[in-house]
């Protein structure tokens, strides 16, 4: 007996199970979508879906009868090694190595399993990944210092503190707190503040969020892609308020911001910190252990393709080659490897993504420059849809194992 041969019931378990993983650990709606249309082939269901960042929607259809499905669902938090194991229980299952019943229980066990990294050590990856953005953003030794001071302070209060009564206006508490730090060093120490409170802020910018809301519109999925997006700016709102709240606070008391001269950092100090930046990302997402050379591998192929496509076609063309590099390699990357392409795409895509240009834009209208904020908004919306044409540019050079 196949697993074609189990009951509607059994199967429709299963699916909105694989449904319900692959919403929590980070896959956009189309990929959702696609993923449960080919599951749903392989088992032999009619199935049809509609997925938001909210919720998922499901109709089955057997011969006698009619099934629909609902659940309602938080936005999801990538978790790279959760979503390869849940990508092999559907291989298996697909193949017949193991029953409908086994791949329930695998992938409940998933779920209620451990995180790979725990809070502490998510929350020196931030430090990790602010350090090396500021580097990246040509700051001073010094800064970067003080980046990782903050970034961890930034990844602590995100990570550890899930108090429900603050958590919908956590962002803005976090940004207010680092730029009243960061202004409140910059008095004792030559600091460049708008660059230590950027890179300590960056992975709370929703840049992977615009960027997955661009491609849901452009593959039509509306409802999705407008409410991811609006999501989106809604956070980029909260966390530029609170910066522009924390930057008056110290200007009421004589303090402002504080800049020092830039420096260009050679190749000898970009390569360890794309190290850095690359294993920031690993704990950051929970990737596996086996997969964190890859991510590293990742993240140089993303930076030093769009600093060259850059260098000769502009920041707009460059990412759109840049993006379709990356669709290529990690669709080569999960054939090759038999994993999900996200293992190896959203690492790459984070250093691409247009969030800090959106919260660059949206402090600039906060300061009243009304032009200069809606022309950086502009160039935030346009990278983003570039960085999202190139992947689909990838994915037709070289087509995707499958959905994920």
């Known amino acids: 007996m196949t697993n074609k041969d189990a009951t509607i019931q059994i199967k429709i378990k299963f699916i909105m199970l694989i449904g319900k993983s692959l919403h929590r650990y980070g896959a956009s709606a189309d990929r959702i979508e696609k993923a449960l249309t080919l599951l749903c082939q392989n088992l032999s269901v009619q199935g049809e879906f509609f997925s938001l960042p909210t919720g998922i929607f499901a109709s089955f259809k057997s011969i006698d009868d009619e099934f629909n499905r609902m659940e309602r669902l938080e936005p999801g938090k990538i978790n790279l090694a959760k979503l390869y194991f849940v990508d092999q229980t559907v291989d298996q299952v697909a193949e017949n190595s193991i029953t409908i019943e086994d791949g329930i229980q695998q992938t ?6 451990e995180l790979q990294f725990n809070n502490i050590q998510s929350s020196f990856a931030y430090s990790l990944i602010a350090m090396s953005i500021c580097i990246f953003l040509d700051g001073t030794y010094v800064d970067a210092l003080v980046s990782i001071f903050i970034g961890f302070i930034v990844g602590f209060f995100a990570e550890s503190v899930k108090e429900e009564r603050i958590d919908s206006i956590s962002e803005g508490i976090n940004s207010f707190l680092v730029a009243i730090l960061c202004i409140g060093i910059g008095v004792y120490y030559p600091i460049n503040t708008n660059i230590v409170i ?93 997969d964190i050379p890859w991510i590293i591998i990742a993240a140089f192929v993303s930076y030093f393709s769009s600093e060259i496509f850059n260098s000769f076609l502009g920041p707009i063309a460059g990412v759109l080659c840049s993006g379709t590099i990356i669709g290529a390699s990690s669709n080569l990357f999960s054939r090759i490897m038999n994993r999900p392409a996200l293992i190896f795409l959203l690492p790459a895509i984070i250093l691409l993504v247009p969030g800090s240009i959106g919260f660059q834009g949206l402090n600039l209208l906060f300061s009243q420059d009304m032009i200069q904020g809606i022309n950086t908004i502009f160039k935030m919306t346009a990278v983003a849809i570039a960085l999202v044409i190139g992947t689909y540019f990838g994915s037709l050079l070289i087509k995707p194992r499958r959905s994920l």
């Open 108 to 113: 409940l066990d998933v779920l209620s399993s």
């Open 198 to 290: 950027l890179s300590s802020l960056i992975t709370l910018v929703p840049g992977l969020s615009v960027t997955m809301a661009i491609g849901e519109l452009s593959s039509q999925n509306l409802t999705s892609g407008t409410a991811r997006l609006l999501g989106a700016s809604m956070i980029l709102l909260k966390i530029s308020f609170g910066v522009f709240i924390g930057n008056e606070a110290m200007r009421s008391i004589g303090m402002i911001n504080t800049s020092t001269p830039l420096i260009d950092h050679s190749l000898y100090v970009v390569i360890p910190m794309l190290f850095i930046c690359a294993v920031g990302f690993s704990i950051a997402f929970q990737a596996r252990i086996k």
